[in-house]
Every structure is written in structure tokens, then in C-alpha cells.
């Protein structure tokens, strides 16, 4: 039996924490706030709550692998998940607007014929099925097995398919998600609807590999599912789950430093006063046998001396700005209409200068962003039946000058004016709205600028690949949205994953089966 020091309890520390202790370790998380989920977190006012980070649950077999494994009761078990149907509803800039049915091909492409003709359903239609390629070759080395020591083959590859050109009668490859839709979509309403799946994971669509599109086909493909009371509630039952299999957690504990003996982790150095054994220092020194961090690069890099990578490996960039969240949370008077979507996407009303300015948010003038509106039908989050809670988001530049009031302000009412079309009579029924900036990202998540991790992608020449969970310093293991296989909900869950089977089964591990 080993002893374990988790750093960190986000989503991927706790779904690894579980994992271990299940394997028969003694482990324990500490957690610099004090509470649990990392990103996955509740704002609470008046009777009405909030997830103030994801709303949606993609992929939820990753999580019901999770439960299955570290104990008897499965996931549905503890939460309840409902399938959003629509999965989305979607409002142009010309003003057409679509709803999306949840999980099927053929009904999205029913709803995008009706809705802005020309055969624009085909075409994405034709789109999901080369994304389904690029998805069949990277799913198990990007999700499902540690990063392979020559993972340059995969990012010099472009799994997307080349398709053919209809004038010049030979192939084309596209190389990033813009030329996809500039080349296979050609309309620019399918081009935003592509576009925007990219933007809520944090990447721009001018720079992300075409394997980006595996992002809309994993939502056609596992569906768009919501857990009753809010996605806390799925950080809860994990955090349960851990404690059920005897996993310590130790809040407010912030671990200034990784311990090294022989050459190895060898425990960690917390700041303050716990009930443990202190160091020289002043700090308290934990020993362990496996150090376990689900922490922003940047952090854990100031927290050894020890080089983490070598040249030839995959490396976090600590140079290029890194998307942020800006969110609202509103509390609305009146009940949710009926016939109300749960996911409105508010397309920018100019999608050049939207993705101008997030490229380069110093030279130009503010714009309005491609903003996403989610009103869940849950009694659970509002105070009785005559209210409603939504939550208003975009992802835009963390350089874009938070610290500025005028700027919160300014984006403030960009997201409140596109939420107007999605929430009938916005202003007259608004009671309140709670503004979280990259800012309060940070403050809870440690993430720096409050960034959005976004996930791992093959080509690219491995810019949009995350670090492996294994580190140059041995007994020292990455997880987490910053680790292989990277950012978003279910990939934070697969790290933990992951990260289980190399200390449990050692170098050997190829991952889940």
C-alpha cells in the first residue's frame, strides 16, 4: 500500500483519488480553497443557485466508468442525468434561427434544411461523418491511453480526412477548423455553428487543427445530458465516492512545495498549520510514495526545481494568452415560459471581427462574442416556480483587461443584449445578475488569467497536445484539465483515469480497456 498526495481537487484529482484508493493506497487531497470541484462550482443567493463552471455533461460514460469501477452503485444511482433535447438552439446573425434535436444525425439535418435551405443539412451532415473519422483515429490515443513516447506521429498527422475538391478533380486537406468551414460548409451560418464549438472549449477556430472537429461529433454522437440540480451535483457524488472509499481530504491546505528524495517525489510541503508532523522550514512536510497534481502548469513548475520536461516533449505554452470565461448569472422574476430551450447559442454579429479580436484584443475595438445562454428546467435552482435562474457565458481574451471596470461593464452588456434572444422580456424581468470574470476563475481554480483549459488535439505539430501524465521527475504525476488528454469535463475524468493506471500497473499501462 502506498501513500498518495493528491494536489488539488478538481474533477481529475478526485476521479484519480477514487481510482487509487479502490487499488488499495492511502491517499490524501489537499485543497488550497475550501471546498471541492475546482471548476465544477455553485453560486447560491436568494433562494436561487448556479454552476458557475460547465452547465452540460458531454460524454457521460466516462463518469459512469468512473462509479462502476470504485464501487456497486452506478452513477444514475446518485444523480439524475436527462438528455437535452434540444440539444441546442441556435440564433445567426442574419436573425435565422435553428433548434438542434439531441443525438441525431438525421434530425439535424432536417432542422438545418427547414431552417436555412440550400442543402446547407447535407453539407453538415457529410461534415459529421469525415468527423467521424478523425474521431475513430484519435480517440484512443488522445482519451483513452497515456501520451505515447512518439507522439510527434500523431501530431504530424492530420486525422481529418482530405476531401475531394468538385472542380479540380483531386483531394484537398484542410489544416485548421476555419478552412473546414470555408471549404466543406460554405455557408456562413454552418461555418459559425462549427466555429462555436471550438470558441466554448477555448480554442480558435483560425488556429485549431481540423481534428477539432471531433468536438461537435462527440456531442452528436454521445448526446447533451444535464444532471438534476446542477453539475455541482456530479462534483458532490464524486467527492461522496472518494470519501466512501476512505480518501482524506484536508481543505485550505495550500502545498507550496514538491518534495524530493533520491531522485524522486517524495511528498509535499503545505503552507500553515495541519495536524501533521512541520519541516525546518515552518511549513508542514508530508511524505508520500506518489505526488498526484491537478494544477495549472504554471503552478506546478514554481512548485520543484526539478526540470518536469525535456526537449523532444510535450510542453504546456507558457507564453501564448490563454481564452478566459466571462459569465453572468441572473436571477429572472416570472416562471420559464413554455416550450423554453435549455441551451440557446447567440451566434457574434460579426464573426470575423469576434475571432480579430480575440487573436489580438489590444488593437481593436471591443465586439460582441458568439455568447451561450443556458436556462435548465430545475426547480432546484430557483426559489419557487415564479422564478428562474440562467446563466450567460463567452469566452474571450483573458488580456482583454479585467482589471478595468469599463471593460466588465462594456462585455456585461454584450452578453445581456444577445441574451435577449434567448430570454423573452430580459430587462423587465431582471431581478439581479452576479458578474464572474476571469478574475474569480483564478481565485478558485488557481487556473493563471483564469484560463480555459481547452482540450488535446492531434496535429498540429503537438501545440494543441497536453502534457503527458508522467513527468521527468519521477513519482511526480500530472491530471487534470492541463494534463493529457486535456481540458472539458469527461477529459478530466479519463486523466484521473489514467494517471490510476500508471502508478497501479506501472509503465506497462496502455490505459483503459
Known amino acids: 500500500m502506498a501513500r498518495i498526495a493528491v494536489i488539488g481537487a478538481g474533477m481529475g484529482a478526485m476521479a484519480a483519488a477514487a481510482r487509487l484508493a479502490v487499488a488499495g493506497h492511502r491517499v490524501t487531497v489537499y485543497e488550497r480553497t475550501e471546498t471541492y470541484g475546482g471548476a465544477v462550482r455553485r453560486f447560491e443567493r436568494d433562494g436561487f443557485s448556479f454552476d458557475t463552471g460547465p452547465g452540460l455533461l458531454p460524454v457521460p460514460a466516462v463518469y459512469r466508468d468512473l462509479f462502476i469501477k470504485t464501487g456497486k452503485e452506478p452513477l444514475e444511482d446518485l444523480v439524475e442525468l436527462v438528455q437535452v433535447d434540444p440539444s441546442s438552439r441556435h440564433v445567426f446573425a442574419d436573425g435565422t434561427e435553428v433548434s438542434l434535436p439531441n443525438a441525431s444525425r438525421a434530425g439535424v439535418v432536417t432542422a438545418l434544411d427547414e431552417a436555412l435551405g440550400g442543402g446547407a443539412g447535407q453539407r453538415w451532415g457529410d461534415f459529421l461523418i469525415r468527423a467521424r473519422e478523425a474521431w475513430d483515429r484519435t480517440r484512443r490515443p488522445l482519451l483513452e491511453e497515456p501520451l505515447w513516447p512518439n507522439w510527434s506521429v500523431l501530431a504530424d498527422q492530420e486525422p481529418y480526412p482530405a476531401v475531394p475538391h468538385k472542380k479540380l478533380l483531386r483531394t484537398r486537406r484542410a489544416s485548421t477548423l476555419s478552412e473546414i468551414g470555408a471549404w466543406e460548409l460554405r455557408d456562413d451560418r454552418l461555418t459559425a455553428l462549427l466555429e462555436s464549438h471550438a470558441l466554448a472549449y477555448g480554442l480558435h477556430p483560425r488556429s485549431a487543427p481540423a481534428s477539432a472537429a471531433v468536438l461537435p461529433y462527440m456531442e452528436h454522437a454521445f448526446g447533451t445530458w444535464y444532471v438534476h440540480g446542477g453539475i455541482r451535483e456530479l462534483a458532490r457524488a464524486v467527492y461522496e465516492r472518494c470519501l466512501a472509499r476512505k480518501v482524506e481530504f484536508v481543505f485550505g491546505a495550500e502545498v507550496t512545495r514538491v518534495l524530493e528524495k533520491d531522485g524522486r517525489a517524495a511528498g509535499v510541503e503545505l503552507a500553515g498549520s495541519t495536524s501533521q508532523a512541520f519541516g525546518s522550514g515552518g511549513g508542514t512536510l ?209 486523466s484521473g483515469a489514467l494517471v490510476a493506471g500508471l502508478i497501479v500497473e506501472g509503465p506497462q499501462f496502455r490505459g483503459s480497456q
Open 286 to 494: 508530508v511524505d508520500a510514495d506518489h505526488v498526484v497534481a491537478d494544477v495549472d502548469p504554471a503552478r506546478l513548475w514554481a512548485l520543484t526545481e526539478h526540470p518536469l520536461d525535456e526537449d523532444g516533449d510535450v510542453r504546456a505554452d507558457r507564453i501564448s494568452p490563454r481564452p478566459a470565461r466571462l459569465t453572468l448569472l441572473l436571477a429572472l422574476r416570472g416562471p420559464r415560459e413554455a416550450g423554453a430551450v435549455h441551451r440557446t447559442v447567440v451566434h457574434a454579429p460579426d464573426r470575423e471581427a469576434e475571432l480579430d479580436f480575440l487573436a489580438s484584443p489590444g488593437g481593436d475595438e471591443p465586439r460582441c462574442p458568439t455568447v451561450t445562454v443556458l436556462r435548465p428546467d430545475d426547480p432546484a435552482l430557483r426559489p419557487d416556480g415564479e422564478h428562474e435562474s440562467a446563466v450567460v457565458s463567452a469566452v474571450l481574451s483573458s488580456e482583454a483587461g479585467w482589471e478595468e471596470a469599463g471593460t466588465v461593464a462594456r462585455y456585461t452588456d454584450f452578453l445581456l443584449k444577445a441574451a435577449e434572444s434567448a430570454v423573452p422580456d430580459l430587462r423587465e424581468r431582471l431581478l439581479w445578475h452576479e458578474v464572474r470574470t476571469p478574475d474569480h476563475t483564478e481565485d478558485e481554480t488557481g487556473a493563471h488569467f483564469g484560463a480555459v483549459p481547452a482540450p488535446s488535439l492531434a496535429a498540429g505539430r503537438g501545440r494543441f497536445l497536453h502534457p503527458a501524465n508522467t513527468t521527468r521527475l519521477p513519482g511526480l504525476y500530472r491530471v487534470g484539465g492541463w494534463s493529457h488528454p486535456g481540458g472539458g469535463l469527461p477529459h478530466a475524468g479519463m
